[in-house]
């Protein structure tokens, strides 16, 4: 027994190395999955601030409570202690498309992320604006984006992902 | 060749043998891709929520006739079968969810989709949104035989491998659809409503 261990020891020492580099032939997925992927950088810029992203700057004009009304002029009902949000974020691009891919979302202060546009909206005039002018005229433009948040939420910032840009977002606080 | 060493030889190969058997009777353990890709099928009856990964979803009632109002809200249209109206609450967490696939299926494995002859607010595409409840209806037309044993199947992911799917059964009786048969009253899907 001795002799087989002092015979196959450089194997025997190498077994475990082995074991721990089976994962080693697929690390870019890995990267991939849990670093490159998720977005975890965050760019942040408090209020009044702006950042630099993905081709352009960005800052957080005002995000306020506002009571929406529908096409005959009432107000649009909720249940006792939501909240509608009118956000405005100002873009200043260095091309009209530099940030047509975005995603904008309200991210509240229990740090869930809200869609602009809820289904209560659904029925009235207001639809959000995105990342580009539509109207294609204006590199430096405002966008209106508007928000329904459920009973003990406040808005907490504005968040802008673009894709290209993993694992970077922005940030835009609200206070 | 020493008969020592002959037999060092055979025993050698004789220990490669059964490594390799070992493995064949290990790799006929595992699990098929499908069983291992499969999606985790949930359940859970009519008021139960059933948590789907990303949101809960919550059959809350059923209803049907065998007139429907369409999407216009002009005409009405009218099956051999019944519209069965499921009304559904959902619930996502963190983060605004949309489902891949909402449709119903009854034990013969038939599929059916949410139909276009009604109003479908809550249908594939709406986008809800997260901490708080949404409500609406999803309306099939099915055959009459069909109904007693439809289930709603959704899925929020577009790639249902290795994620949760909801089978809700809908509970619905034979003398349901018989009423429903019966009843002269056009369903009138009900619009969405949020709830906390």
Known sequence: MRAWLKRNRWGLLALPLLVLALPLPQIDRYYN?????????????PPGEQVSYGGGRMWLVSAQPFRP??????????????TFIHAVVGFKVDTGDA???CSIFLEDSLGRRH???PVALTRTPYRSDTCMDLEGRSLTFQADLYFLLPPGADPAAIRIELDRERPRFVRLLAR | ??????????????????????????????????????????????????????????????????????????????TDGVFVAVRVK??????????????????????????????QP???????????????????????????????????PAIARADTVADLPLGIRPADVAAWQASSETLVPHDLEVSP
């Open chain 2, 122 to 156: 809550i249908a594939t595409g709406v986008t809800f949104q997260p901490g708080y409840g949404t409500e609406g209806e999803i309306v099939f037309e099915v055959p009459a035989e069909s109904a007693p044993s439809l289930r709603l199947w959704a899925q929020i």
């Open chain 1, 33 to 45: 999955v849990f670093v490159a992927a998720p977005y975890r950088v965050a760019v942040e810029a």
């Open chain 2, 1 to 78: 060749m020493s008969r020592r060493r002959l037999l060092h030889v055979a025993s050698g190969i004789v220990l490669i043998l059964l490594a390799l058997a070992a493995a064949q009777g290990l790799d006929r353990l595992r699990p098929s891709i499908a069983h291992q890709q499969g999606s985790f099928v949930r359940s859970a009856p009519t008021g139960v929520a059933v948590d789907l990964r990303l949101a809960s979803l919550t059959v809350t009632s059923v209803r049907g006739s065998q007139t429907v109002l369409t999407p216009d809200s002009r005409y009405t249209a009218v």
């Open chain 1, 69 to 82: 009304v529908d096409h005959f002029g009432d107000p649009v009902s909720v249940p006792a202690g939501f």
């Open chain 1, 99 to 101: 940030l047509s891919a």
């Open chain 1, 115 to 117: 869609g602009p546009d």
């Open chain 2, 90 to 119: 959902v619930v996502p967490y963190t983060e605004p969810v949309a489902f891949s696939m909402l449709e119903a299926r009854d034990e013969a494995g038939n599929r059916f989709l949410p139909t276009t002859l009604a109003a």
